[in-house]
Every structure is written in C-alpha cells, then in structure tokens.
C-alpha cells in the first residue's frame, strides 16, 4: 500500500527486535496489538513512540482491526505524558516515507511533552541510557495500562 513512497532499507527491523526482545529497549507498557516506548532520543519531555506489535511499515498499511487500539494508546500515551510531566503541551508526530524523514520502516508515532517555551527539538539530541528510560518509563506507567483495556499483555 505504500507504493510510490521511497522507505528506508533495513535488514532487519529494528522495532521488531525491539519487542521481540532481540535488542533491550524500554517499554512503558504493552499488549498484543500496540506497544509504548520509551525512546533513547529524547525530543521532549517524556518522548515515547506508539507502534503496532506487527510490521506494517506506514499508515497506510495498517488493518482496521489495529487502528482503533493504535489509536487509544496514542491517546493513552498522551494523558500518561499530560499526567506525569505536566508540560505545556503535547507533540504528536508521524512520518511515512524517506521524504518525510522516516527512518525505520515500522509504522510509530511520537508522542512528547512540549519542552519549556514550547516545541520540541528536531535536530540532533543525545541518546539517552536504559536506565534513564526506565527512570521514564516509571514516572508513566501509573498513568497508563494497555492491558485493562485491549487483551493479554506480552511483556
């Protein structure tokens, strides 16, 4: 579905090494269709990524049984931000394609707090380590549970 749009090569997913634990990542919480995590990049304040448990590389490739659960943890990862971080305001961004700046081919999208005066920082920021993102990560987790509302977790 997503002919026509230039996608990043990759030999392997990174994403899917993520959640099928290949690869240490920090995940705020997760069940069988959506995961949130935290990113090593932070751009904001509390900056996660909201991602389908299965490879679709865009938007665009996504089936109707995943929209609704993607986008109630989209929603849910915002509140978990707006709760625990208290920022101005909330970011939420997505890209499909090269063009536009996709660097994975697994569909995600960004949510972050605003940084103080507004915004948040697209150009090069530090990773951050594990340990701070699961410092992150249970600042959140109160404030928001997957597994009440869509399934059987898998963590």
């Known amino acids: 579905m997503s002919d026509g749009i230039a996608?990043?090569?990759?030999?392997?997913?990174?994403?899917c090494d993520y959640l099928s634990g290949a690869r240490p990542y920090v995940f705020v919480d997760r069940n069988s269709v959506v995961a949130v995590a935290v990113t090593l990049e932070q751009r904001g304040r509390a900056h996660l990524l909201?991602?389908?448990?299965?490879h679709f590389a865009t938007i665009m490739d996504i089936p109707d049984g995943v929209t609704g659960p993607l986008m109630r943890a989209l929603r849910g990862a915002a509140r978990a931000v707006a709760?625990?971080?208290?920022?101005?305001?909330?970011a939420?961004?997505?890209?499909?394609?090269?063009?536009?700046?996709?660097?994975?081919?697994h569909l995600h999208f960004h949510v972050a707090g605003t940084l103080p005066g507004g915004g948040?920082?697209?150009?090069?920021v530090?990773?951050?380590?594990?340990?701070?993102?699961?410092?992150?990560?249970?600042?959140?987790?109160?404030?928001?549970?997957l597994t009440a509302s869509e399934g059987t977790a898998q963590f």
């Open 7 to 15: 996608m990043p090569e990759a030999d392997r997913c990174a994403f």
């Open 50 to 54: 909201v991602l389908p448990v299965g």
């Open 83 to 90: 709760c625990a971080e208290k920022p101005e305001g909330i």
């Open 92 to 105: 939420v961004w997505q890209n499909n394609g090269l063009a536009a700046a996709q660097r994975i081919p």
């Open 120 to 124: 948040t920082d697209f150009g090069p």
């Open 126 to 145: 530090p990773e951050i380590s594990l340990d701070q993102a699961r410092d992150i990560a249970q600042r959140l987790a109160p404030f928001l549970d």
